[in-house]
Every structure is written in structure tokens, then in C-alpha cells.
């Protein structure tokens, strides 16, 4: 599992700045909607420039199955993420592939992420991580809000293993506390390290992943002596 991730990566130049700076994974946004969407040409541009210990994470929000197999194979995703209304048989139907399931969280509520992994559980097909996003009606993430950091602490020791990945207005001057506050496998950030939408700033790159990797590495160090 990847621990820290830039999404929204829009062109090979930001792609390769994202793997200088130490980041583990870029996201490629397939999301027609959303200002950092990318098509086929451009996202394997970006994907045959970056070094082969990066993973590449494909963005889906509803994306139809055939579409999502189909840009897997020509980019060469490592993962996928359903940022969408996906259901668990999507997620069956993915056959072993690395799939992430977004969570768009509101108030203090974590049943729906519950419902949904026990679902998964039933098909045995869960996905290998939950990345919890702040929630925006009508919105699909990329906001700039934050997650509601209580929920995602609690859903920490409800989850049986499977890791949580915290999205949601992540910036280089509030990732530290975030980690803190959550304790997640993993940082997802886009608009908190970006000059505008699908743009990214090397400066903020840098001190993100470096903010993120030291509040993480201090997170495993604290786990480990208890």
C-alpha cells in the first residue's frame, strides 16, 4: 500500500515532479467532470514517464466496467479508485484487481462504509483500501473541504485491517495534524499542492510528502513500541 499520493496529476512534467518529491502513487483522474480529467493519450504519456516504483492510480466516478478494464490495460494502472456511487458488485466483477473504494463522509456517521464492506465481505471481493473524503453535495471530491477527522479515527478499529487512506483538503500546513488526529494508512491530496486545478506547485509537492512521511513514519514508530 502506497502512503502517500498526489491525485489530479494532469501532465507528464508534474507527473515526474510528484516521483522526485518521494511520493508513492499519482492519481489519474478519468472523471470527465472534474478539471484535473485526463484522456487515454495524455495519462499514458504521464504513466510511461514516471519511474516503475510509483503506482499509478486510475480515478472511475460511475465509469461503466468495460471502461475501467479498458483504460487499466492501456495505461497500465496499478490501481483503480471508485470515487463514485459503485456498488459491491462492481467491485466483484473488478476480478483481483487492486481497487479502492471512496467514501464521501458527512457528520458522524460510519454505517454506510460498514454496510457497504459487510456487502463486499458476503461476495468476497473487499476492496483493498477505503479512502475517506469530505462530503460535498453534488460533488465528487477535489473540494478542498476537509474530512471529518472524528469519523475517520473511529472507523480505524471498525475496519478489520483494511487500510484508510484520508483525503479531503490536505495541505502541507495541515497534514501533520491530520495524520495525528486520524492515524490512516495513507495521505491522498490534489487542490492542497496545486498553483490551480490540475496544476501542481513543486514546492508544495515536496513539503507535503515530507510533512506526510515523517507525521506517518512517527505513527508506525508510536504503534510499534505499544
Known amino acids: 500500500m502506497f502512503q502517500v499520493k498526489i491525485c489530479g496529476v494532469t501532465n507528464p512534467e508534474d507527473g515526474l515532479c510528484c516521483s522526485e518529491a ?12 472534474s478539471p484535473r480529467c485526463v484522456g487515454l493519450e495524455m495519462a499514458r504519456q504521464i504513466a510511461r514517464g514516471l519511474p516503475p ?6 480515478v472511475f466516478v460511475n465509469a461503466p466496467l468495460d471502461e475501467v ?19 459491491p458488485q462492481m467491485f466483484a466483477r473488478l476480478a483481483g484487481r487492486r481497487a479502492i473504494k471512496a467514501f464521501r463522509c458527512g457528520g ?31 460533488v465528487y471530491g477535489g473540494t478542498g473541504h476537509t474530512a471529518d477527522w472524528p469519523l475517520v479515527r ?8 483494511t487500510p ?3 483525503a479531503g483538503g490536505l495541505r502541507p500546513d495541515n497534514v501533520t495534524a491530520a495524520i495525528e488526529a486520524t492515524r490512516p494508512a495513507a495521505v491522498d ?4 499542492v496545486e498553483l490551480s486545478p490540475g496544476r501542481k506547485d513543486l514546492g508544495l509537492v515536496r513539503e507535503f510528502v515530507c510533512k506526510a512521511r515523517d507525521a506517518l513514519e512517527r505513527l508506525q514508530r508510536a504503534e510499534y513500541r505499544t
Open 22 to 33: 518521494g511520493a508513492d502513487a499519482i492519481g489519474l483522474n478519468f472523471y470527465p467532470s
Open 53 to 58: 516504483n510509483i503506482s499509478k492510480v486510475g
Open 69 to 87: 478494464l479498458r483504460t487499466c490495460e492501456e495505461v497500465g494502472l496499478d490501481a483503480v479508485q471508485l470515487h463514485g456511487d459503485e456498488t
Open 108 to 138: 458522524r456517521d460510519s454505517s454506510p462504509v460498514l454496510e457497504f464492506l459487510r456487502q463486499c465481505d458476503l461476495l468476497g471481493c473487499r476492496p483493498c483500501a477505503v479512502l475517506i473524503d469530505a462530503s460535498t453535495p453534488g
Open 154 to 161: 473511529d472507523l480505524s478499529g471498525m475496519l478489520s485491517g
Open 164 to 166: 484508510i487512506i484520508l
Open 189 to 192: 491530496t490534489a487542490s492542497g
